[in-house]
C-alpha cells in the first residue's frame, strides 16, 4: 500500500467514526494518529475521496462521503438524494434571466449543488455553490422557469 492509500484509508476511519466539522480538525484527528498533512494535501486528499461538507440534524457542517456512486442508477439515486434532501435544506427560489437563485439553510448549498449536477438537467448549464446559495446557470429564460417550477415543488411540498 502507498502512502496516499493508508492516508485516506485513516481519513475513511476517522470521517466514519465521528463527526468532523472542518478540514483543521480533521487534520489534528490525522496527527494523533501519525500522519503530519499539509492543508493542501488534506484538501487534495477530501477532494480524492469525494468527502462533502454536508449539514448535520442541527444544521452544523460535517464532513461525509456522497451516497451515491458512478453506477448506471446514478441518476435515480441522485433525484432520490434530491428528493430526501430539499424539503429540509431548500428556503426558496428566484429566477432573473437566466439565472436562479436557490436559498437554503446554513452549509445547505454545496450537497444541494452536487446533486443538481449529477442530475444533469438539460436546462441547467451549472452550479456554483456559495454556503447557503446556490447559483444555478439555465440554458435559457424557458428553461429557467422549468427550473424553477422544480425546485419550487420542494418548497412547496
Not at 29 to 48: I, K, N, P, Y
Not at 64 to 88: D, I, Q, T, V
Not at 103 to 111: D, E, F
Not at 120 to 129: K, L, N, Q, R, S
Request: aromatic content about 4%; hydrophobic content about 40%.
Amino acid at each position: 500500500m502507498s502512502d496516499k492509500h493508508d492516508r485516506h484509508a485513516v481519513i475513511r476511519d476517522i470521517v466514519t467514526a465521528r463527526t468532523v466539522a472542518s478540514q483543521e480538525e480533521l487534520r489534528r484527528q490525522l496527527a494523533t494518529r501519525g500522519w503530519d498533512v499539509t492543508q493542501s494535501t488534506l484538501s487534495r486528499d477530501l477532494r480524492e475521496l469525494r468527502l462533502a461538507r454536508i449539514p448535520d440534524s442541527q444544521g452544523r457542517a460535517r464532513y461525509a462521503f456522497p451516497e451515491s456512486g458512478n453506477s448506471s442508477g446514478a441518476k435515480a439515486e441522485a433525484l432520490a438524494r434530491l428528493e430526501r434532501m430539499l424539503p429540509e435544506l431548500l428556503t426558496g427560489v428566484e429566477g432573473v434571466q437566466v439565472l436562479v437563485v436557490a436559498r437554503t439553510m446554513k452549509s445547505g448549498a454545496q450537497p444541494v449543488a452536487e446533486v443538481l449536477d449529477q442530475l444533469e438537467w438539460p436546462d441547467v448549464a451549472g452550479t456554483i455553490a456559495g454556503d447557503d446559495t446556490v447559483l444555478i446557470i439555465c440554458r435559457s429564460e424557458e428553461g429557467r422557469e422549468r427550473v424553477l417550477r422544480k425546485l419550487g415543488a420542494y418548497i412547496r411540498g
